[in-house]
């Protein structure tokens, strides 16, 4: 990519008597906002190895018809809904969180109601419409939410004053009230600031938080951006490997103890080097994490790839993930980011391990099915028998710059991990047609999928969509919420 834009600005720099200073630097703007906020940087150039973690089944098996699922439309009129909420208060509403500073709530009778539950539109950083990763990206309510009306956000801010200089943005971890006086509303005045962290770029900015079985928060943050983790922000090391930041972690904290909060005592780097704050490291833009919701609580945290493979991680206390020594189960040169050299370390800089994906496959520029892995949820529901106990996960599209999102179902066999396509049998060519962009669970663990007909935040494209039984008519939609045109 640098390459390329270094090629154009000759080029402009050499005929600026014909396309004019102003208009180069527009163009050079333009093609560096294009090619950085194609999200998650891409390789042209075809591997020949054939390594994989899992045996993959492929997307479509010749002469074989794909397993199918049915979605039923549950909401519409978002901008751009990256995940959808249950508070487990006994209410049955399910909150909707727009990146465009937005939270909906949609009630219990499946009405989405016209009163914003919280508006940050004020508080977040002004978003590019044609592709941003900045926004209002993260909800989790408090394991007590339904006593104490506590939750808690993580949104992109301007930057702060004291960041480092030339920084993108700083991202916030807050925690906020219900009003006194409307449970479907949050009270603006309570927030207070959890943790800043300042971002050098604006991309793998992770986003997802949710509580844990242990009553603790967790916060997936990338690597600060930019691309093969180098560049301004990054160490030598990158940030995905170095212990003294907290980009490219999993952050776990305790918010029920200190000011504002306190670490578990268990936490790896509790009175060693490293930031105490960190559960686990070594990931790149960990975009969508998610516990199971039964049985061992396993941990998926999907990391999504630099330029050739996706992959999804069962991540547990300490574990250092790779990245940027590896991309999924294989060696990375941030230099040659598209020719993963033959060798490379298997250990950390502490000597520590360095744990391998349960499953990866091909980025779509690496003649693959996808270009960025989109986290789910184990379905622990009840209306589809057949998917019970298997990781249900997606891919933002099939292609750049056109909304053909993949869904996925995964599951393991004596500890070894595959997965396959999901047909969508009541939609057009048996796909969903529209960019993915995130998945939600509900109380009762049915899972929901988050799309929209738009590559960035621009638009009231954004539809929820329900995941139910391949043979299921779903009723005649009711209360779908139209965007005012003000908004």
């Given at each position: 990519m640098e390459a390329m834009i270094a090629r154009l600005y000759s080029y402009l720099n050499f005929n600026k008597g014909v396309v004019g200073v102003r208009k180069a630097s527009i163009i050079i703007l333009a093609l560096v906002m294009i090619l950085a906020m194609i999200p998650?940087?891409?390789?042209?150039?075809?591997?020949?190895?054939?390594?994989?973690?899992?045996?993959?089944?492929?997307?479509?098996?010749p002469g074989e018809p794909l397993e199918e699922i049915g979605v039923?439309?549950?909401?519409?009129?978002?901008?751009?809904?990256?995940?959808?909420?249950?508070?487990?208060?006994?209410?049955g509403r399910m909150f909707v969180v727009d990146q465009a500073g937005l939270i909906w709530v949609i009630d219990g009778e499946g009405r989405v109601l016209e009163e914003y539950f919280l508006d940050l539109r004020g508080e977040i950083v002004e978003l590019n419409p044609g592709f941003d990763e900045r926004g209002l990206l993260g909800l989790a309510f408090h394991p007590n939410f339904r006593q104490n009306g506590r939750f808690f956000v993580h949104y992109s801010a301007p930057l702060r004053v004291g960041a480092p200089?030339?920084?993108?943005?700083t991202a916030v971890i807050a925690e906020f009230g219900v009003s006194k006086d409307d449970s479907n509303a949050a009270d603006p005045a309570s927030e207070e600031i959890i943790l800043q962290i300042d971002q050098p770029h604006f991309n793998h900015n992770g986003g997802h938080i949710t509580f844990g079985p242990d009553g603790y928060l967790y916060i997936p943050l990338g690597d600060g951006g930019g691309a093969n983790d180098v560049g301004l922000g990054h160490p030598d090391i990158g940030n995905g490997q170095d212990i003294t930041t907290l980009l490219g972690s999993i952050l776990r904290i305790d918010i029920d103890q200190?000011?504002?909060?306190?670490?578990?005592?268990?936490?790896?780097?509790?009175?060693?080097?490293g930031r105490d704050e960190i559960f686990a490291y070594g990931l790149r833009n960990p975009y969508r994490s998610s516990f199971d919701a039964m049985e061992d609580n396993e941990f998926f945290v999907a990391?999504?790839?630099?330029?050739?493979?996706?992959?999804?991680?069962?991540?547990?206390?300490?574990?250092?993930?790779?990245?940027?020594?590896?991309?999924?189960?294989?060696?990375?040169?941030?230099?040659?980011?598209?020719?993963?050299?033959?060798?490379?370390?298997?250990?950390?800089?502490?000597?520590?391990?360095?744990l391998d994906p349960i499953f990866e496959y091909r980025n779509a520029r690496n003649e693959g099915i996808g270009i960025a892995v989109i986290g789910g949820y184990v379905y622990r529901g009840e209306a589809i028998n057949d998917l019970y106990g298997e990781y249900i996960f997606g891919d933002w599209s099939r292609v750049v710059g056109e909304g053909d999102g993949v869904v996925f179902a995964a599951s393991s066999s004596n500890e070894e991990w595959g997965f396959r396509e999901l047909a969508i049998s009541n939609r057009e060519n048996?796909?969903?047609?529209?960019?993915?962009?995130?998945?939600?669970?509900?109380?009762?663990?049915?899972?929901?999928?988050?799309?929209?007909?738009?590559?960035?935040?621009?638009?009231?494209?954004?539809?929820?969509?329900?995941?139910?039984?391949?043979?299921?008519?779903?009723?005649e939609a009711e209360n779908i919420k139209e965007k005012r045109d003000e908004r």
């Open positions: 998650f940087a891409c390789a042209t150039q075809h591997m020949e190895e054939e390594t994989t973690t899992v045996e993959i089944v492929p997307p479509v098996e039923e439309l549950v909401a519409e009129g978002f901008t751009s809904p990256l995940a959808f909420v249950s508070p487990e208060d006994g209410t200089e030339g920084w993108n943005h200190g000011n504002p909060y306190t670490i578990p005592d268990d936490n790896p780097f509790v009175g060693e080097e990391d999504v790839g630099q330029a050739l493979w996706e992959e999804v991680n069962i991540v547990t206390n300490g574990g250092n993930y790779g990245w940027n020594i590896k991309e999924g189960t294989h060696c990375f040169d941030p230099e040659n980011p598209e020719q993963p050299p033959a060798e490379c370390p298997s250990v950390g800089a502490q000597g520590e391990p360095l048996q796909r969903m047609g529209l960019f993915i962009t995130g998945f939600g669970q509900d109380a009762d663990n049915e899972l929901y999928i988050l799309t929209t007909e738009n590559a960035g935040p621009s638009g009231n494209t954004g539809q929820v969509y329900k995941i139910v039984p391949a043979d299921y008519e779903p009723a």
